[in-house]
C-alpha cells in the first residue's frame, strides 16, 4: 500500500506523518504501517507515526500516535503540533481542539519562537497525580517527589498523567545510564506497572528545565513532549518553579516554552517543522517499507530551526 507522507519534528522528537481521514485500515494493520515507516533501519524512521484523523463534536479533526513499536499512546504532544499544523492547512484555519486517544488539546498558531519557525502553542491536561488510574500497583494514591521502592529503594520521583503515564526524577545532572536502567525496568512491564511508563531525569538550570527521557514505546529520545509538560507541571508542584510562570524547557532535541496551572492545565509553545514530503510503499503483510520517493523538501524550515536551537 502506498502512503503520501510528510515527515516532521516537534523539538527534534520526529515522526513520518499521513493525513488518513480517508483511509481505512485496522488497528493492527496501522501498528504495522507505524512499526515499518518508524524503523531507524528502514527508509524513514522515526520516533513514532503521526495521524491526522476525523475530528468529533468538539474537535477540528484528531490525532493518532503510535509509538514506533505500534503501540498507542495516549498523546503525544511534539506530535499534536505537527498534526495540528497539518489540519490547520486542510481546513484554512489556525486554531483548533485536536482530539486525542482519551482527551482533548487545543492548538493555535502562536507568534514564531525564531524567524521562520512555523510555531503552534497548544493547550493539555489537566495533569493527574492518581497512581489507581495508572495503574502503580503499591504506590501510594498520590506519589509527589517520593521514593518508588519497586523502581529505586532512594531517587524520588513524581508521578504524572499527562494523560499518558510519567515518572518524573529531578537531578543534579543527568546520568543516562542509569534512566534507561530505570527505563527498561518500567519498558518490561513488570506486575507493578503493567502499562509501562515514561521516566524523566529533571535537570533545574535557572529558570529553566532540560529533559531527558526514555519513552514507552520507543526507548530513550532526543524529545518527548507530553515529558516536558509533565516535568514543568511536576516542578512547579515540587516548588521548584513558580505556577503560571513561563519558562524554557531544553531537552537533546531543541525547546519549548512552557507554563502549567494550579488547574492541571499545561501549555507548550514550540515548533512543527516540516523537513521533506513524498511517498512511500508499505507491505502491510511483512512490515517493510520501501520505493521511498521524496517530492519536495523544506530546507528554509531546517535551517530556522538549526537557528532557533542555536539561540
Same mark, same amino acid.
Given at each position: 500500500?502506498?502512503?503520501?507522507?510528510?515527515?516532521?519534528?516537534?523539538?527534534?522528537? /520526529? %515522526?513520518?506523518?499521513?493525513?488518513?481521514?480517508?483511509?481505512?485500515?485496522?488497528?493492527?494493520?496501522?501498528?504495522?504501517?507505524?512499526?515499518?515507516?518508524?524503523?531507524?533501519?528502514?527508509?524513514?524512521?522515526?520516533?513514532?507515526?503521526?495521524?491526522?484523523?476525523?475530528? /468529533?463534536?468538539?474537535?477540528? %479533526?484528531?490525532?493518532?500516535?503510535?509509538?514506533?513499536?505500534?503501540?498507542?499512546?495516549?498523546?503525544?504532544?511534539?506530535?499534536?503540533?505537527?498534526?495540528?499544523?497539518?489540519?490547520?492547512?486542510?481546513?484554512?484555519?489556525? &486554531?483548533?481542539?485536536?482530539?486525542?486517544?482519551?482527551?482533548?488539546?487545543?492548538?493555535?498558531?502562536?507568534?514564531?519562537?525564531?524567524?521562520?519557525?512555523?510555531?503552534?502553542?497548544?493547550?493539555?491536561?489537566?495533569?493527574?497525580?492518581?497512581?489507581?488510574?495508572?495503574?502503580?500497583?503499591?504506590?501510594?494514591? $498520590?506519589?509527589?517527589?517520593?521514593?518508588?521502592?519497586?523502581?529505586?529503594?532512594?531517587?524520588?520521583?513524581?508521578?504524572?498523567?499527562?494523560?499518558?503515564?510519567?515518572?518524573?526524577?529531578?537531578?543534579?545532572?543527568?546520568?543516562? &545510564?542509569?534512566?534507561?536502567?530505570?527505563?527498561?525496568?518500567?519498558?518490561?512491564?513488570?506486575?507493578?506497572?503493567?502499562?509501562?511508563?515514561?521516566?524523566?531525569?529533571?535537570?533545574?538550570?535557572?529558570?529553566?528545565?532540560?529533559?531527558?527521557?526514555?519513552? $514507552?514505546?520507543?526507548?530513550?529520545?532526543?524529545?518527548?513532549?507530553?515529558?516536558?509538560?509533565?516535568?514543568?507541571?511536576?516542578?512547579?508542584?515540587?516548588?521548584?518553579?513558580?505556577?503560571?510562570?513561563?519558562?524554557?524547557?531544553?531537552?537533546?532535541?531543541?525547546?519549548?516554552?512552557?507554563? &502549567?496551572?494550579?488547574?492541571?492545565?499545561?501549555?507548550?509553545?514550540?515548533?512543527?517543522?516540516?523537513?521533506?514530503?513524498?511517498?512511500?510503499?508499505?507491505?502491510?503483510?511483512?512490515?517493510? &517499507?520501501?520505493?521511498?520517493?521524496?517530492?519536495?523538501? %523544506?530546507?528554509?524550515?531546517?535551517?530556522?530551526?538549526?537557528?532557533?536551537?542555536?539561540?
Amino acid at each position: 500500500m502506498r502512503f503520501a507522507i510528510v515527515k516532521c519534528h516537534g523539538s527534534g522528537n /520526529d %515522526f513520518p506523518m499521513i493525513d488518513a481521514r480517508d483511509l481505512s485500515l485496522s488497528d493492527g494493520e496501522w501498528a504495522g504501517v507505524a512499526r515499518a515507516l518508524a524503523d531507524r533501519d528502514g527508509p524513514v524512521g522515526g520516533d513514532g507515526l503521526l495521524l491526522l484523523v476525523p475530528g /468529533d463534536d468538539r474537535a477540528a %479533526f484528531g490525532m493518532v500516535m503510535r509509538n514506533s513499536d505500534g503501540s498507542e499512546a495516549e498523546t503525544c504532544l511534539n506530535g499534536v503540533r505537527c498534526v495540528a499544523r497539518a489540519g490547520f492547512e486542510a481546513l484554512g484555519i489556525d &486554531a483548533a481542539t485536536v482530539r486525542l486517544k482519551t482527551s482533548h488539546a487545543d492548538a493555535v498558531r502562536d507568534a514564531e519562537l525564531s524567524p521562520g519557525v512555523y510555531t503552534v502553542r497548544e493547550t493539555a491536561g489537566p495533569a493527574g497525580l492518581s497512581t489507581t488510574a495508572w495503574p502503580i500497583h503499591g504506590a501510594p494514591e $498520590r506519589l509527589v517527589d517520593a521514593v518508588l521502592p519497586m523502581l529505586d529503594d532512594a531517587r524520588r520521583f513524581t508521578a504524572v498523567t499527562m494523560p499518558n503515564p510519567h515518572l518524573v526524577h529531578f537531578v543534579d545532572q543527568v546520568d543516562e &545510564a542509569e534512566l534507561v536502567r530505570l527505563g527498561r525496568m518500567c519498558e518490561a512491564a513488570p506486575d507493578w506497572l503493567p502499562n509501562r511508563a515514561n521516566v524523566s531525569f529533571v535537570e533545574l538550570r535557572g529558570d529553566a528545565l532540560f529533559v531527558r527521557t526514555f519513552e $514507552r514505546g520507543v526507548g530513550l529520545t532526543d524529545s518527548c513532549g507530553s515529558a516536558m509538560a509533565a516535568s514543568t507541571y511536576a516542578a512547579c508542584l515540587t516548588g521548584r518553579i513558580a505556577w503560571d510562570r513561563p519558562t524554557v524547557v531544553f531537552n537533546r532535541g531543541g525547546l519549548v516554552r512552557a507554563f &502549567a496551572g494550579q488547574d492541571g492545565m499545561v501549555t507548550l509553545s514550540g515548533n512543527a517543522t516540516y523537513e521533506w514530503a513524498g511517498s512511500v510503499s508499505v507491505d502491510l503483510a511483512t512490515e517493510t &517499507a520501501g520505493d521511498l520517493a521524496v517530492e519536495r523538501r %523544506f530546507p528554509d524550515e531546517i535551517a530556522a530551526w538549526d537557528a532557533a536551537k542555536r539561540g
